[in-house]
């Protein structure tokens, strides 16, 4: 088997981090028998100082024409004041938009090694947290018609929040199916006490569940949802929701796992082709140190193995990988707890290398 990645080390610490997946995939590659041709790609600010905009249409090309992509992160302040339309957040909407990939998974796991990082109360945080976000990637107010004008004699902003039934439709059936591989619950987060998009997507939730009499659904407004995150995580399976929502919940949800630096996720249209990349930012604070955790960019590339190649055992042999490595004590600075022997970023990536042996 042979897959071709497009490969985007993006600004601050994304070289990094994708440096030490790519260390990760090079050794599946010699025990797998599977080849891997990575093609190398520039988009965020790095894209913008070479060649004028985030999104190079040679690298939107390369986007198209590959297996998946593996991103490590774009942005940063040195960017803050470029026009909006080729700020480097643009080159990630631009590809999603692109790419078809209308469903983002983001998975949440209280490494129980790592509990006493999470900001939770022990016993909260000791009933576990394991849920998996499943979030709206190219539609609501992220797509909407933005402007800024004057109006009645004042400057007055527009943001279009827009949902078609299609475009929940296809989502929620994506929050189904992915209950179904899990424990086979559902909660759709809406706002339907106040926005009409919301009230679509609740009535296209509720024919859709028709078809999975198996799982067991239920709604929760996003204001209830974000507050339930906290006190009780562990009663969540599987959260489906839209855009925005589900941008600011999956924070919330990273948060409380105690390392934001440990979080993967993929991004997916109807195809196998996807793109993967760590939920974390561009960190440009530590940018060079080699202090950045590389984990989530690991684990995103063991979810491009499940999702993308259907290599679910060697995405399982890089899990436990982490995990060994976790028990054994190391970390990075940024879950650091005592006891424990912190690695840089690259010790990291080594020593995940010597598990997968
Ligand atoms: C994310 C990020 C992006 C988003 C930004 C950088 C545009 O926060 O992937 O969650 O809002 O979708
Ligand atoms: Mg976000």
Redesign the pocket.
């Known amino acids: 088997m042979e897959k071709t990645i497009t490969v985007i080390r993006g600004d601050g610490i994304g070289p990094e981090i994708i440096g030490q997946a790519l260390r990760v995939l090079r050794k599946i590659e010699e025990t797998s028998g599977c080849t891997f041709h990575f093609q190398e790609a520039l988009a965020g600010g790095c894209a913008i100082d070479a060649c004028g905009t985030s999104l190079p249409e040679e690298t939107l090309q390369k986007c198209l024409n590959c297996d998946s992509v593996l991103l490590g992160a774009v942005?940063g302040p040195k960017w803050d004041g470029v026009p909006k339309e080729i700020r480097p957040?643009a080159a990630?909407?631009g590809l999603r938009a692109a790419m078809g990939l209308y469903a983002n998974l983001r998975p949440a796991r209280l490494f129980p090694q790592l509990a006493a990082a999470s900001p939770l109360r022990a016993e909260i945080a000791e009933r576990g947290v394991d849920l998996m976000m499943v979030r709206e990637l190219t539609g609501g107010v992220y797509f909407g018609e933005h402007r800024t004008g004057i109006e009645n004699g004042g400057l007055t902003a527009h943001d279009d929040m827009v949902y078609t039934e299609r475009e929940i439709e296809r989502i929620v059936r994506r929050g189904f199916e992915t209950a179904r591989k899990r424990s086979r619950r559902l909660t759709s987060v809406d706002k339907a006490n106040v926005l009409d998009t919301s009230r679509l997507w609740r009535k296209v939730a509720h024919r859709v569940a028709e078809a999975y009499p198996d799982v067991a659904f239920s709604d929760l407004l996003v204001d209830n949802a974000a507050m339930q995150l906290v006190k009780d995580p562990a009663q969540f399976d599987v959260i489906v929701t839209e855009n925005l929502f589900g941008?600011i919940l999956?924070d919330e949800a990273s948060m409380i796992t105690g390392s934001i630096g440990m979080m993967a996720s993929a991004s997916l249209g109807d195809g196998p082709r996807g793109m993967y990349e760590p939920?974390h930012g561009s960190a440009p604070d530590i940018a060079g140190k080699d202090l950045a955790n590389p984990v989530g960019t690991i684990l995103s590339a063991a979810m491009m193995l499940r999702y993308s190649f259907g290599m679910a055992g060697e995405a399982d042999r890089i899990e436990r990988a982490v995990s060994a490595v976790l028990d054994a004590g190391y970390r990075t600075a940024d879950c650091m707890s005592v006891g424990c022997t912190r690695l840089t970023c690259s010790e990291m990536g080594e020593r995940i290398l010597r598990e997968l042996c």
Do not use: K, T
């Open positions: 942005g957040e990630l909407l941008d999956s939920i």
